[in-house]
């Protein structure tokens, strides 16, 4: 399967620890976005790559989040201090350039901060 | 601001109904509009993208419209299947930004 692959699929966390996600987007794709979702809500964006230059940042992403994308393929997503709030499925897409940059999905991260 | 809304937030058919799912957005100078699909505790799944300069894409028996003036979108789906529940999104891409947003979701159950 070739898709957009995350990792781990699901943590489980104390407040107050760290955790990293990782993304790998489909291998053709040089744009790579984070979302994060909470229950019964559609996503909501946090970040944005293009190979490996970060365009985007949502005012949504506190100074406890981070992401990189070091050789534009793989991606990670750090959450520092978590807070209970943080508790979400954390979405990754890839696209390749336009026209269409239509974005496929990876299956989601569902972090639960304890 | 652009702002996705999707009546309803749930609805339950009877299996082999044709329905219509809607997705309104107040800004109508989008880029592109996405239907997608959501399994409970899964990813999304792409079903069909339309163009700005598109009216309508079809995907076996899945039909979406777009009226960018009006700022509507329909997703048909027809014949329906109780495979066919599950939570549909749709978002929209705007010009100027690479980001979707989208609206909250109608889950759709099918009943056998």
């Known amino acids: 399967d070739t898709g957009v692959s995350q990792d781990p699929r699901h943590k489980i966390t104390k407040r107050g620890q760290n955790v990293t996600f990782r993304c790998d987007p489909i291998s053709e794709h040089n744009r790579l976005y984070w979302y994060r979702q909470t229950l019964g809500q559609g996503p909501e964006f946090l970040t944005y790559?293009?190979?490996?230059?970060?365009?985007?940042k949502s005012r949504l992403l506190s100074d406890r989040f981070s992401a990189e994308r070091p050789k534009g393929s793989f991606s990670t997503l750090e959450i520092q201090r978590t807070e209970q709030g943080d508790s979400a499925m954390y979405l990754c897409?890839?696209?390749?350039?336009?026209?269409?940059?239509?974005?496929?999905f990876g299956p989601g991260t569902r972090l639960t901060v304890l | 601001k652009q702002e996705v809304t999707q009546i309803p937030a749930a609805l339950s058919v009877p299996e082999g109904e044709n329905l219509v799912l809607n997705c309104s957005f107040t800004?109508?100078?989008?880029?592109?509009l996405q239907w997608f699909r959501q399994d409970p505790g899964k990813g999304l799944t792409s079903l069909l993208l339309i163009q700005s300069s598109q009216r309508e894409q079809t995907s076996g028996r899945l039909n979406a419209s777009l009226d960018k003036s009006s700022g509507r979108s329909t997703l048909y789906i027809a014949a329906s299947q109780p495979g066919d529940s599950a939570t549909y999104l749709c978002?929209?891409?705007?010009?100027?930004?690479?980001?979707?947003?989208w609206g909250a979701g109608t889950k759709l159950i099918i009943k056998p």
């Open positions: 790559f293009q190979n490996e230059a970060q365009l985007e």
């Open positions: 978002a929209v891409r705007m010009d100027s930004n690479y980001q979707l947003i």
């Open positions: 800004d109508s100078a989008i880029y592109n």
């Open positions: 897409a890839s696209a390749a350039a336009a026209p269409d940059n239509e974005q496929f």
